[in-house]
């Protein structure tokens, strides 16, 4: 949520961080804006709207420096106008400062900095932040402004009640940048001769492998030769530089017109490099070590937490039905927002997993922490490496789908949909599942990508269901079992991207109270795959018929009679019901795409969505 890039180096900064901001603008783009410094004083540069928008005054203004900080944002404090749009400039205007997170105690420091004389231009923590490091930058006697610089910062951050992500410059201490963080991530790039602040490594891969992921309480200086991380309250620092594992073009959306697109398109890929070196035919089971638990340990857990947001949480829930299915493990899912502030009982053989694709996402992070605060062992199922979650958990397993970046989480789910698959497969084995039936899932498991891409090549026959539906007022997704959490993950992408009401329901939750909508302009998207329930769905569809109500069903080829009843039919090829979701979840995608599309909507940029939210 929010963006961040500094640099400071040889080239010309601007090109650099519009470059960075537009990697970036996933994260928000409601305003963007730059800080330069060409010398003298700060150059400012700040619009509300898209990078487009910047980008246009950047071409107008012509900036000539080496050395700045930029941001995109994504609201919390103040509507998205110029005036809020970040970098922030202190008392003096020789300081600016990007900011990522939340102050919360910002009224009480503004009160205290309006007594002392400040006055704010804008509505937002951030600028409050601003006039506090300059209050101590000011206020300091260190004849170095470099010195004076960072203790200001230190001095101003331990006042901070809230997250940050922060990057700070001042016109007397132009050789170099600071930054912060505190729950929100930040990274430092390493290059020859140039330096560089980031929120994501996505802003800087395209010039720098090399990075060091910040810790909390970290505070950096940067410079074109070098960089040196402190702890806020002074002392050394653990520095650790990582490789980035993925490249520019992974990052880019290549012939693809929409990044969400691409993400579909990629998952028998994703899929596929989430389960390689992970089955073991030999002993027909999974091998993940990154659990960092031995079988014994494992046998030993006698209930597993789930927990995530949004997409994370529809697929934990499908992880709920595949532990207790394969496993035999009583599983729990619960919305990491609302465990937070439960107080769910637990014991010593409890063992939690917190699903996230960002790795970052505040809820996620808080229910991480509160659960290892009761003294829970706590694994990450998480793609972003190096993550906040990543490293805060006690061992997990990746997911590895590479960068996604289209708001709309796509091929996250199915990866961990997949890698939840191969947990309950291990656990299964552990306990009372046979080694034929585990080979017969490695097969089956294996068989998946292939299947994806069959289903992939039918998106004409989706788009033309799409366009035929792209106008309804609202939609219904009806699933049951493991295709419930399907259902709502089919409404939750339909309602994100082409901000058509709709929602998830069991099926046979229909009757009592859904139905009720049920009209000709409310279509029902039925999840029908020839399961157990197969039946039960058609008598659902046939409710919903006997209503007037216009059916779209994912069916299973090779069973014929549901085009009877429903209206329109996306087939999906055979597999056994516990793998179904990660075939009857992509013509949701490509339904909820294409409806998009035909609405003129902006797919990887839904309005007031952020793909990582780090603020509660
Ligand atoms: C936001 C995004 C969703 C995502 C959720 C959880 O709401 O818009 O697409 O599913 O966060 O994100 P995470 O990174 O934790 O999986």
New binding site residues.
Partial sequence: MCGIIGYIGNRQASPILLDGLRRLEYRGYDSAGMALQNGKDLQVLRRAGRIDNLALLVAEKKPQSHAGISHTRWATHGAPTDENAHPHRDQSGKLALVHNGVIENYQTLRDALKLDGHLFTSETDTEVLAHLVGKYYDESSDADPVQRLISAVQSALVRVKGTYGIAVIHTEAPEVMVGARLGSPLVVGLGEGEHFLASDVSAIVAHTKDVIYLNDYDVVTITKSGFDVKHLEGGIAKVLVSRVDFTEEDAEMGDFPHFMLKEIYEQPQSIQNALRGRLSRDEATAVLGGLQMSPQELRGIDRIILA??????HAAMVGEYLIETLARVPTEVEIASEFRYRNVPTDKNTLQFV???????ID?LAALREAKRKGIKVLGIV?NVAST?ARETDGGIYIHAGPEIG???TK?FTSQVAVMTLLSLLLGRIRNMSSTDGLELIEEMEAIPDKITAILKQADHIKEIANKYAHVEGMLFMGRQMNYPVAMEGALKMK?ISYIYASGHPSAELKHGVIALVKPELPSVFIAPHDAVFEKNISNIEEVKARKGPVIAVATEGHPGIEKVADDVIYIPRCPSVLSPLLTVIPLQLLSYYVAVARGCDVDKPRN?????TVE
Avoid: D, P
């Fill in positions: 995530g947001c949004g997409t994370a949480y699903v996230s694709q960002s790795g970052e996402t996620t793609n979650i708001v709309a989480a996250s994100e969505l952020a793909k990582s939210v």
